[in-house]
């Protein structure tokens, strides 16, 4: 809520939230829309939206206000008309939500969902000389909001899209557990022959700095003129609009809360880079699309209990014996290291190892990673390593926690236990290697 001085002007000019002004402050114009005062702000201070997409406080004096302009803002974007085109490759967008669908609400200030993802693609009429685009809007949430019910959910559209003989596929979606998403994909689809990606935006697409359009350019590109058969994000390489890249699902991380480049590839380098104007490099090995080939499957079981329990100093292993009590099926431990936890410490009441040996004479599967993403859990180095793998704890290579969990969720769903076991620790979807590459580590 604004002051009473702010209040009676915004009154008196006949203005609300969400209208056009023009201020002139000595001198200097300033255009933009009004944004309402929240609880954190001094509501002496107007809020103005300035055109670049940044936030404008300026302490109210009416001297310093010439002219006012009222032009109200409509919350929505136009639509663009699609029109499918011979001769073009045709591509499915697959509407989730996130912050690529997002814009500026200026009634709270906050962001909204987009319901209808034809008002992102008005921005980017390039994309209709890029391929034929089919909208499936099926999801309008939040990536935090999400669970494995909508990763089947997606899994079965994009496999439905692609029977019924679409190029590729394009799912926007938001970034924060855009990874989880990936991972999952990437193990529900089975024998994918075609490219899958999926993409978003760390700012709302009615920003100057959104990095919105740029992405989805270069996912459509990749849909449709890449040979790339499996699941990968592809979002900005670097915070400049200079290229995207393509990196494998289970392989890739957000590793940045804002940053426009937030997602590298772990243990492994990206597929591809793809430039706006359709340019691709490819940059590493990966499966290739096989013409005439029609053997995909929809595996998309998921067993939800399962957990994922970082390891730290002083950390008490109750938490292991909280989900041994709550029924879970897999735990996946964030270790630190090579892959340790608490084993030999004088401590009793930090040991992990009773907890650990307890958890898996239940039946539960008990995997470790390393909370330092980059290289590889090992058994056998230090004496507490051995005394945790001979205790059945199964140690997940180079993967990520993140993959590791989302692995051994999918295989509970679909396969008998000892099978989910010795599979654990198989490749399947490219989220093992034999060698870890360490050309993006901390880059």
Known sequence: ?????????????????????????????????????????????????LKNGYNLGIRYDQ????????????????????????????ISLIYTGGTIGSKIDYTTGGVYMLTKPEELLYEIPEISEIANVSIIPLLSIASEDMSFVEWQKIAKTVYDELDKGRDGIVITHGTDTMHYTAAALSFMLRN???PVILTGSQRSSDRGSSDAFMNLLCSAHAASKSDIAEVG????????????????????????TSRRDAFRPINSKPIAHIKQNGEINYISDYKKVVKGKNDMKLIDGFEKNVALVKFYPNSSPDILKFYIEKGCKGIIIEGTGLGHVAVSTIHNELNWLPAIKEAISRGIIVGMTSQCLYGRVHPDVYRNLRILSSSGVIYCNDMSPETALIKLGWLLGNYKKDEAEKLLNTNIAGELSSRSEYDNFLV
Do not use: W
Not at 39 to 48: A, D, S
Not at 63 to 90: A, D, T, W, Y
Not at 240 to 254: F, L, N, P, Q
């Open 1 to 49: 809520m604004y002051g009473d001085k702010i209040s009676l002007m915004m009154k008196r000019e006949h203005l609300a939230i969400g209208d056009s002004v023009r201020l002139d402050i000595d001198g200097s114009i300033i255009e933009g829309e009004i944004m309402p005062s929240t609880e954190v702000n001094n509501p002496e201070i107007l809020i103005i939206k």
């Open 63 to 90: 001297q310093k206000i010439e002219k006012v302009v009222s032009e109200r803002r409509v919350n929505s974007f136009p639509q663009l008309k699609i029109e499918h085109k011979e001769g073009m490759k045709n």
């Open 192 to 194: 994918l022959n075609a």
């Open 233 to 256: 994000i592809c979002m900005h390489n670097s915070s400049s609009d200079d290229v995207c890249t393509y990196i494998r699902g289970v392989k890739a991380r957000k590793m940045h």
